[in-house]
């Protein structure tokens, strides 16, 4: 199935470039291309020339680029380029980042594609690093002839081990807004030369690839594969903290996206969002992560397949809480079925939002039975249970500034097992206005999946009634 209609939305190419009309504009586009009996132009995606042709054409049709794609160097897929590009767009508008927009490209191969294309269609300033002496002149050479010379730079990287060292003391002196990287998505040989000739799936076969493989081993295959590519800028990225405002890459391979989450997790980093390129019959995945505290990734748009899915349950319960007393009534009732919070914020007098996590399982399903429970609070000994697990997380509802300090101390102290790779997060905020509580819960990682914040979210409009 053709995964067009999950691009971005700004992508030009959700409505495919017309064959025919290249074919008349380039005679090398033309030499290339097959003209059938009905008329249609059509293209054989195996053959590394036809790809070639057909990316260089398009570059210059669509971006006035010139660019020269040396044999077997990486043919770069402008859609999936673009879709990467159009994403960062929306991460800076969510950063509030307009003016003078800086980023890295860690390696930009020969084509240096992504520097191109950011400087000729947004005029950021690109600082291309790349460990290919090859590659890095092929990258000088397109941008010279592009006339973007002053508004990218190549810089080599000699150290394969490294991702920022070239780049510390410019860092410290002045900061970037972000970096982007398409990784070497593959760890050894056989990995790669697998994905050449697919072993059979479970239904007996799986279709080999359309396009035809281009690009040497060294800008494919990295020791450890993407993640731990990725591991390596992760672990830069938290001696760089805000040096770099927001980090970037793309993932090749679906199961490598929970890994790298977990390891973001792991290094407490819970400001990240993850959206899908997805782009003819192709899908790659996008992570993106900051140690600012005044960009909440959370609320960058994402697309593609999977996207629709997660968004935000909400509910509007009517009510004569104030938004303290509905907050204290959601606490009590997390607290009841071991569900923790995290990051509780009152944003103004009306509004709170918190991090839900359940650290190890399920503990909510049977939650029918314990909100029957939960009514019949009368009942002393349910009073005690109640107040047993308030005592042991020393939360007093009654001073919402201690109750604050208290959780902070709790989170920091409290060695909860589960807390790097939790069952279960989820965002959720309450807002008051006119006698009615807006209850919006969004899932956000863990095993517990998008159907445990939905059972979170019924237990609570129960609650909240
Ligand atoms: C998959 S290619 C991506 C090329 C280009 N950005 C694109 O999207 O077509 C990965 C590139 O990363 C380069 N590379 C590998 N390790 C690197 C490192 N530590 N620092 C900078 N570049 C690196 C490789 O030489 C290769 O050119």
């Not at 810089?155 to 970037?176: A, E, H, M, T």
């Not at 998505?185 to 239904?203: C, G, Q």
């Not at 007996?204 to 990725?230: A, K, W």
């Not at 790097?420 to 807002?431: A, D, M």
């Amino acid at each position: 199935m053709s995964m067009n209609q999950f691009m971005h939305p700004r992508n030009r190419y959700k409505v495919p470039p017309s064959f025919t009309e290249l074919a008349i504009e380039y005679p090398e586009f033309r030499a290339v291309s097959n003209l059938e009996i009905n008329g249609k132009v059509t293209l054989n995606f195996k053959d590394e020339n036809t790809l070639r042709t057909l990316t260089k054409c398009l570059l210059h049709k669509d971006f006035k680029l010139d660019v020269t794609l040396p044999k077997d160097k990486l043919i770069p897929t402008l859609p999936l380029r673009l879709n990467y590009i159009l994403w960062i767009e929306d991460i800076l508008k969510v950063a509030g980042i307009t003016n003078n927009v800086t980023g890295i490209d860690i390696g930009c191969g020969a084509s240096c594609i992504y520097g191109l294309l950011a400087a000729r269609e947004h005029h950021w300033k690109m600082i291309a690093l790349e460990t290919n002496r090859e590659s890095c002149g092929c990258a000088r050479t397109n941008i010279e002839a592009n006339n973007l010379d002053h508004l990218i730079e190549v810089i080599y990287q000699d150290d394969p081990g490294k991702i920022f060292s070239k780049l510390n003391d410019r860092l410290n002196l002045q900061p970037v807004d972000f970096c982007i990287c398409n990784p070497p998505f593959f760890s050894k040989l056989d990995e790669l030369s697998s994905k050449i000739s697919p072993k059979k799936n479970r239904t007996g076969h799986r279709p080999s690839p359309r396009n035809g493989r281009t690009g040497m081993n060294c800008e494919l295959i990295v020791d450890g594969g993407e993640c731990d590519f990725v591991q390596k800028i992760i672990e830069e990225s938290c001696q760089l903290k805000d040096q770099i405002k927001v980090y970037t890459t793309m993932l090749g391979h679906k199961s490598s996206v929970d890994k790298i989450i977990r390891l973001l997790s792991a290094k407490g980093i819970t400001n990240f969002c993850q959206t899908e390129f997805c782009q003819g019959h192709t899908t790659r995945w996008g992570i993106a992560w900051t140690f600012h505290l005044d960009i909440y990734l959370k609320t960058v748009p994402s697309y593609g397949q999977n996207v629709e899915t997660n968004k935000a349950f909400t509910h509007v319960v009517d009510t004569t809480n104030d938004v303290t007393q509905s907050f204290q009534l959601v606490e009590k009732s997390l607290l009841y079925v071991d569900v923790k919070m995290k990051d509780v914020e009152f944003t103004n007098q009306s509004k709170v939002t918190f991090k839900g996590i359940a650290p190890l399982k399920n503990t909510w399903s049977k939650q029918r039975q314990r909100r029957r429970e939960l009514d019949r609070q009368d009942k002393p000994h349910l009073e005690n249970e109640i107040n047993a697990k308030k005592e042991v997380c020393q939360i007093d509802v009654e001073d919402q500034a201690s109750a604050a300090k208290k959780r902070k101390l709790n989170e920091s102290s409290d060695d909860m097992e589960g807390e790097q790779f939790p069952f279960l997060v989820f965002q959720c905020s309450l807002e008051n206005s006119c006698s009615v509580t807006h209850l919006h819960l969004k899932y956000l990682y863990g095993k517990g999946g998008k159907d445990g914040v939905y059972q979170i979210y019924q237990f609570l409009i129960n609650r909240l009634k």
